[in-house]
């Protein structure tokens, strides 16, 4: 494995980005460092300590019907003047879900070729998101990733709508 795969240097020399990726080396004690440091320290739990416990807990995700879908990175957004960690992301392989009729169970396919954003924080007001919404994108592209899937909290919509993130 090559480590400039996976560290990314944005052209302006802001942000420097370590993709970890699921069974590559670091990656679950990366995400046991995510939930102890960062998670707390980026203001991540706005959103509630308890859905973030229960999407770490052993790094997968189960959907509605059983099955086992982890995740696939985790992202780690780094200033690189200041070397520190300014945000995180967990990527997941994207889904997609229609009701049948007469169930009120959705069936969900998960296609190869889409991400799903599990989670993302950065620290806010200072060009963060952007910069690291950017780099998804920019991965996204070099993987053939074909649609980027996520939900956010009411009060960040309008960000991701800015960043071209239809409702």
Request: charge should be positive; proline fraction near 7%; glycine fraction near 6%.
């Given at each position: 494995m090559n480590a400039e795969e996976y560290i990314h240097v944005t052209a302006d020399g802001l942000y420097s980005f370590d993709w970890k990726?699921?069974?590559?080396?670091?990656?679950?004690?990366t995400l046991?460092?995510?939930?102890?440091?960062?998670?707390?320290?980026?203001?991540?739990?706005r959103g509630g300590e308890a859905y973030w416990q229960e999407v770490i807990a052993d790094a997968t995700a189960r959907d509605i019907r059983g099955q086992h879908q982890?995740?696939?990175?985790?992202?780690?957004?780094?200033?690189?003047?200041?070397q520190s960690v300014v945000g995180f992301c967990l990527l997941r392989r994207g889904k997609t879900c229609q009701y049948q009729e007469g169930?009120?169970?959705?069936?969900?396919?998960?296609?190869?070729?889409?991400?799903?954003?599990?989670?993302?924080c950065t620290a806010r007001g200072q060009g963060h998101g952007r910069a690291f919404m950017n780099e998804l994108?920019?991965?996204?592209?070099?993987?053939?990733?074909?649609?980027?899937?996520?939900?956010?909290?009411?009060e960040v919509i309008m960000f991701y709508h800015g960043a071209g993130y239809k409702l």
């Open positions: 990726p699921r069974g590559g080396r670091g990656f679950n004690r046991d460092n995510v939930v102890r440091n960062y998670y707390f320290q980026l203001g991540c739990d982890p995740y696939q990175y985790c992202v780690l957004m780094t200033q690189v003047a200041t169930s009120r169970v959705p069936l969900c396919q998960y296609p190869e070729q889409s991400w799903y954003v599990e989670f993302i994108h920019r991965r996204a592209a070099d993987l053939g990733i074909e649609y980027i899937t996520l939900s956010a909290l009411p």
